[in-house]
């Protein structure tokens, strides 16, 4: 599967790297990791919008782990 | 807690917290804030570099409690919902100095975007092309975006980090406290107050720190911000923060609108002037600094107020920069630019271009 690491980076960072994965993966299933609510909030309201679903969302420490999927 | 949770992240949420702000912002007017200026957070810092003496033009002078309850208004929302993650690290020498000249191409246009969308709300017809050099600035921004820019990686780090700006933020309220303002008097204690002009125009203290507590909270549910607004809709189409401006605008003039308080024109607005290519220009580098650091000066107030240090630096940047704007004569008044204006509206676009163009990581 492929892994998106986006903690520590600020707006609108994590929304860009996966989205960029999406366009490369079309379909299967992503994890994409951030470490603030905002960036899980908005990673998942951008994987929504182009037709992902939100499988899983693991709470690790201060870390989210999110895996999207699609197909 | 979990469903208030929930609804701030949702459409209705931002759009709520967009219209209570489009209301306080006029009511804050009404009970003694300057024109059009209920709440600003780029004038509002001026005033704090002011009441601090940091640069000694007299009109502006004064600690706003507003800009002190944005941060402790978030922090406390931060707290109770579990999201305070302090945190510090990415390239904060480039935050300040972005800072900086956000203020000053602020200060140029007289308003950070919240103020652009309540000038607009006020028929202060002035403001569309503030707005639309905002936008300007923003594109500018996402382009640097698609090829690659990035300012790294933030660290997590001690809690006591992320507390610093709040408690620089009560350390001005105590001061504030200690040293209330005397009526006639241009100094009380260590603080600076302005007898006259905008800096003279306020709210009561109480009333502008509620206020200010409550925004803080809201905007720190929702993720209010005016930049990224833009920037998401030019950059990814959603529209999820561009509704809460909407809301904040069209709410903001109907207040106005009520409260006797719309007035529209281009001449003889408040804290305002008529210069188009400047007002425009003073917003493209505000919009671009506020893209390159990732969020508008309120956001970067409600983000300093969660812990996030780099947000806080940014924050330190715009105060400091205010002081240069005033200082240095950059800063606009109602008569137009001041002397060195448009030579630091082309300062800092080169200064944010060399930024975007040379912190660029390949993609992988």
């Known amino acids: 599967m492929n892994v998106v690491d986006a903690r520590g980076l600020s707006c609108p960072q994590p929304v860009l790297m996966t989205l960029e994965e999406i366009k490369k993966t079309n379909q299967g299933e992503i994890k994409i990791v951030v470490d603030t609510e905002t960036s899980k909030e908005n990673v998942c309201r951008a994987a929504q919008s182009q037709g992902w679903q939100i499988k899983d969302i693991q709470e690790q420490g201060e870390d989210f782990y999110i895996t999207i999927v699609k197909g | ?364």
């Open chain 2, 1 to 364: 807690m979990q469903g208030m949770k929930n609804f701030f992240a949702s459409k209705w949420g931002i759009i709520s917290v967009g219209a209570v702000i489009g209301i306080l912002a006029p009511l804050l007017q009404k009970w003694g804030n300057p024109g059009n200026m209920g709440v600003c957070v780029a004038c509002f810092e001026r005033d704090i570099a002011g009441a601090l003496g940091l640069h000694r033009a007299a009109v502006v002078q004064y600690m706003r409690p507003e800009i002190i309850g944005f941060v402790l208004g978030s922090l406390v929302a931060a707290y109770l919902f579990g999201e305070f993650r302090s945190r510090a690290g990415s390239a904060p020498i480039v935050r300040f100095i972005l800072g900086v000249f956000a203020m000053i191409g602020a200060l140029v246009f007289l308003g950070c975007p919240w103020r652009a969308m309540l000038r607009l709300s006020a028929g202060d017809w002035n403001a569309l092309f503030g707005i639309a050099g905002l936008i300007v600035g923003i594109w500018i921004g996402t382009i640097f975006f698609r090829l690659g820019y990035n300012l790294g990686r933030s660290q997590k780090t001690y809690s006591s980090v992320g507390w610093l700006l709040p408690l620089v933020m009560v350390g001005f309220l105590v001061l504030m406290f200690i040293f209330p303002q005397v009526q006639g008097e241009p100094k009380s204690g260590v603080l600076f107050y302005s007898i006259k002009g905008p800096g003279a125009m306020h709210a009561p203290v109480l009333i502008s720190l509620l206020v200010g507590l409550g925004i803080g909270f809201l905007a720190q549910r929702s993720r209010f911000c005016t930049m990224g607004a833009f920037r998401d809709l030019i950059l990814f189409k959603q529209t999820h923060l561009f509704f809460g401006i909407c809301a904040l605008l069209l709410a903001a003039f109907i207040t106005n609108f009520i409260l006797g308080q719309f007035h529209p024109g281009f001449a003889h607005q408040p804290v305002a002037h008529t210069m188009e290519l400047w007002n425009f220009l003073g917003m493209v580098l505000a919009g671009l600094a506020f893209a390159l650091a990732g969020g508008c000066p309120g956001r970067q107030l409600f983000l300093a107020g969660e812990g996030d240090g780099d947000a806080a630096v940014f924050v330190l940047g715009m105060i400091v920069g205010a002081a240069f704007a005033h200082n240095f004569g950059l800063a606009s008044s109602p008569k137009g630019i001041g002397p060195h204006g448009a030579a630091a509206v082309v300062i800092g676009l080169l200064v944010c271009l060399f930024i975007g163009f040379t912190m660029r990581k390949k993609s992988a």
